[in-house]
């Protein structure tokens, strides 16, 4: 992340060069809604044609504004921009937005012509909002740095702050939200991002005090570690961060060796991280209002139980439906809280949970009132809603209802009121209470809620858990390519990764050699650079109980596979001690280039990629992380008890997984990929049986990140 961005979104003086007498322009809106926003900083339009614009006097070009000029709007077409930002640069302007598109958007030439316009940036000292954006505002201080249709009407200043790569779609969101009465403090279309990424942009607004909740728009994120480090700094901060990312399905995984990098689609490496590190992720940009609504409102609940009060049968049991398809509690209410709701409402209402307390109310606000703070005080209920709908008519006695249930409870509790009248939801947010549209998009608003204060509160546990750590020196081989079985093993041994020992056979008798060495029976396995997938080609014999039994193997694995396989060149057999688990698991790491390297776990064996049942996650990872990542699969129950069978370790494979990553992370740029599979578990421990290690040359490493945070790697 690149901070140091305050003269971009709090610019104490704005030049805008190239601005037009004309404000139905774009070259003439700037300075326009600057003026008619309230603006209270010095405005420089810049003109050689005109000597005022909108009653300001203008400025023949950019070498004749004054000193201290914080922000430049260009509003040049893209063969001015160049130039400009050179003369900016000269003038000593630290931000700029650019307008202008015709850049990487249009093709090579326009590539070439924005890595000009960077390099012109760079030299300059110029930061750069843009190019192809509809640049930013900041509401708080009335900076209209934009020519977005939103600006037209009200901006009003909110808690949250917005920032889209998409300038359209960024747009339509913001009116959305407006609509909704939610208030943008920031919004930052950041464009082509030639230089202000995304995480820059939300990196320094999410630190202004007056901002509770980050929302962003992503199409295609550059700079994966960047993100990480600004979801922890906002983990700290207690300001959550909610995305949406489009492109679920239409990045497939590029050619890969391992399994682990045939299953590393964009998306789902993208998925994992950020569930990893507490990003809510939104479906779509209803979702995303809906939980910014929510954040923006409510206080942390304290556990998953949700308490439901409807004026409708049908609702409560719709989203108690929803709640539990989201594996959320809807808990059923003790005797005592049941006992003070049914003395609330008539003898028809329901009071086990959801609470349906009739239309009654209406006649007798006490009804609701009293029945949600009954509801609200359950030990077992942490967070609160309540359904409504239309009620046109009882606005006010609702807005007193509500008054009287807020200043009744500490715990969090929300709105859902279908067409809720506009004096509805402008009152209740008077009353720092959050409304929602309907029965399920309330209930995954409060689903997303719980997540962050869960995530929250085991980010600071984790916190408080790490102490310094220095990881086993690590030495790697300096070769490139696929490492060879005994010196991966060797290398995984070293990280403390439990590995079942192997030994390298050139000819049956240093295999029968060996075999006894291990003890039978062994598993012998065909070696070769050229042959990485060793089950393709019949490669693998298992069960081998005597001398004669390694004797024909061998014989066997090694003229079938030079058959299959001609021109492969076969360095012999790797022989193994025969080891079984109650459930086999894949971990393996990969070099993203987003990320950098991630760690995948997940249900293993030859169908691993026929299941797909794995998750991703960033190097290197906590116990908490690792047993979380275990748990998203669909198949955990597996870990447990099945038909009689006792549970595996699961410490054990947490701290497998543990260690792996920190092997990623201490190697990271070298490791290209890396496949534990299959990794035995059991009762009584985990330990993998066969390895896949391919390296990087030293010349292609990338530099690994230089503050990456110690982690412990044992529970």
Known sequence: MKRNLQPLVKPRSV???????????????????????GYKGKIYPVNPNVSEIGGLPTVPNIDALPDGVDLAIIVLPANGVI??????????VPAAVVFASGFAEMGEEGRALEAELRAAAQAAGVRLCGPNCLGMFNAFERVIATFSQYVDGDVPPGPVAFVSQSGAFGTAISALARNRGLGLGYFVNTGNEADVT??????????????????????GLKDGRGLCALADRAMELGKPLVLTKV?????????????????????????????????????????????????????????????????????GVLMADRAEELQLDVPRLDDFTQSKIQACIPGFGTTSNPVDVTGQFVAQPSVLSD???????DPNVHVGIVWLQLMDAHVDTLLAIFDKIKASSSKPFVVAWVVAPPAAVKGLHERGIAVLRGAEPAVDAVAGLIRFAEMRRAWLADLAKRAAYAPTPISLPALSGPVPTVAATGLLQSAGVPMAPAKLATTAAEAVEAAEALGFPVVMKIESADILHKTEVD????????????????????????????????DGVVVQPMLKGDVEVVIGLKDDPIFGTVIMAGLGGVLVEILKDVAFRKCPLTPREADSMLDSLLGAALFGEVRGRPAVNRKALVDMVCRVSELGNALEGRIDELDLNPVMVSAKGAISVDVLVVLKSSADASAPPASTPPHLITA
């Open 15 to 37: 030049a805008v060069v190239g601005a037009s007498s004309d404000f139905r322009k774009v070259s003439g809106r700037p300075v326009k809604h600057l003026l008619d926003k």
């Open 83 to 92: 130039d400009a930002v050179r003369a900016l640069g000269r003038r000593k």
């Open 198 to 219: 995304f995480v820059d942009a939300m990196a320094e607004v999410i630190e202004d005090d007056r901002i509770r909740v980050g929302a962003g728009y992503i199409e």
């Open 247 to 315: 492109g679920r399905t239409g990045a497939g995984a590029r050619a890969a060796a391992s399994h682990t990098g045939s299953l590393a689609g964009e998306d789902a490496v993208f998925d994992g991280v950020v569930l990893q590190k507490g990003i809510l992720r939104a479906r779509n940009e209803e979702h995303m209002l809906d939980l910014v609504e929510v954040l923006s409102f409510c206080g942390l609940p304290d556990g998953n139980g949700i308490g439901i009060a409807t004026q409708s049968g049908g609702a």
């Open 371 to 377: 029945s949600v703070i009954h509801m609200l005080e």
């Open 539 to 570: 490669g693998v014999r298992l069960g081998l109980k005597t001398e004669a039994d390694v004797q024909k193997a061998f014989e066997a694995l090694m003229s079938g596979v030079a058959k299959k396989r001609p021109q492969a060149r076969l």
